[in-house]
């Protein structure tokens, strides 16, 4: 199924599930979730009570599409609204979610959207990503970003109880870190307009509970990475820029090896240390800030990393030992405004909402990464 294979504005109906069949997820957080509004049937599928319906801005991109299928499996209907200027409508599919094509920032169609689908929340992934990018095109991250957030955020707001909304925001927004790990209340000085557009959006957000009640949680990813656990979906990025599927494009011969940029930070090994965090506990907690707000929890921002600070040398040799392959890899010079050590403090997302990474290990990631790699479409 390619690209421009749908109209814009048209829904597509593909079919739903019978019956949530697989597993999404045992133990920390899951139960609390839905707390009074699922149970976990005999394989420990989570399975809801009552059917919500969810709107998801960006699901046909690399975290947004788990985050349909997890919902979808969990029993909710759900509806992806995708531009699919960097998403695939046949990650939409494997869901069973339907997909409208078209743009956050188009007014007329995201106000018929709302009325037709009367969401009981809001998810928003919808974003271009690149930081690096973003500083050759500032005015496309500005527009895309923030601007068109804001049409979306009119249009929610325009109704009377505007649903509750989940964004992803970034760890890009801390710019570079005075303290590491770094707390939510770290200044925020983004040095690239990739992040200033998702603290723009931030602001906007608070703004708009104050004017209009929004209920709201900024989730900042630090580095999201894995796959879903079956292999069904993972990483699709044009370009890849990402530390963890380049290591592996490279391990399957589609690149002839791998860069490292800069071996004398103050690290242990001389390699940036990054935060990497498991695409599904990603999406576990969108769950949980979803039922903090439906509890009416307090609206706010909350870091979600892995927990621990991990460096590229460390990651690389991961690689080599989960894919039992050796990785040709090259040492060049460090790239401006790569921080040494970027590491999140995930201690307000526990405490508030509960939240614990459960597959952020670095050999979990890597593992589930490779098998989706051996298989994915394209
Ligand atoms: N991947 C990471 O490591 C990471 C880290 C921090 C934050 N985030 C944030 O998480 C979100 C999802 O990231 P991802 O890795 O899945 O990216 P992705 O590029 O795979 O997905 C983004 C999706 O948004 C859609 N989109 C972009 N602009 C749109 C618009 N104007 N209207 C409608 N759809 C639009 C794209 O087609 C794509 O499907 C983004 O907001 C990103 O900024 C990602």
């Avoid at 390619?2 to 133990?27: L, N």
């Avoid at 900024?218 to 879903?228: E, H, K, P, T, V």
């Amino acid at each position: 199924m390619g690209k421009g294979f749908f109209r814009r504005g048209e829904i597509v109906w593909h079919t739903v599930p019978a019956a949530p069949s697989r597993q999404v997820g045992r133990g920390t957080g899951l139960r609390a979730v839905l707390k009074g509004n699922a149970e976990e049937n005999k394989t420990g599928a989570i399975v809801a009570h009552t059917k919500q319906r969810i709107l998801i801005a960006g699901g046909a991109g690399y975290i947004g599409s788990q985050m349909a299928l997890m919902l979808a499996e969990a029993g909710h209907d759900v509806v992806v609204l995708d531009n699919l200027v960097s998403g695939h409508a046949d990650a939409v599919a494997v869901s069973g979610a339907r997909l409208v094509t078209g743009d956050i920032g188009d007014a007329a169609l995201v106000g018929w959207l709302l009325d037709e689908v009367r969401p009981d929340a809001v998810l928003h992934f919808a974003a271009l990503i690149e930081a690096g990018q973003s500083v050759q095109e500032s005015e496309r991250y500005l527009e895309n970003n923030h601007r068109r957030t804001l049409v979306f955020l009119d249009a929610l707001t325009a109704r009377n109880v505007p649903p509750p909304l989940v964004f992803s925001s970034t760890a890009a927004i801390y710019g570079e870190p005075q303290t590491v790990p770094i707390p939510e209340d770290h200044p925020a000085k983004p040095i690239n307009p990739y992040g200033q557009s998702k603290l723009l959006v931030e602001q906007a957000l608070a703004t708009r509970a104050e004017s209009h009640g929004l209920r709201w949680a900024a989730l900042r990813y630090f580095n999201a990475a894995g796959a879903d656990p079956e292999a069904r979906l993972g990483e699709r990025h044009e370009p890849e820029t990402h530390l963890i599927p380049l290591a592996l494009h490279t391990i399957l011969g589609k690149r002839a090896e791998m860069l490292v940029n800069g071996k004398d930070y103050d690290t242990p090994d001389g390699t940036c240390i990054r935060d990497y965090v498991h695409v599904t506990d990603l999406c576990r907690a969108h769950l949980l800030a979803l039922e903090h707000l439906r509890e009416g929890g307090e609206s706010g921002a909350f870091n979600l990393g892995g927990g621990e600070g991990r460096s590229v040398l460390e990651v690389l040799r991961t690689v080599e030992r989960v894919t039992d392959k050796a990785l040709p890899v090259r040492h060049g010079p460090r790239r401006p405004g790569d921080p040494a050590r970027l590491v999140a403090d995930i201690g307000k997302a526990k405490r508030v909402l509960g939240w614990e990474p459960a597959l952020s290990d670095l050999d979990t990631i890597v593992e589930h990464a490779w098998a989706w790699e051996k298989k994915r479409p394209g």
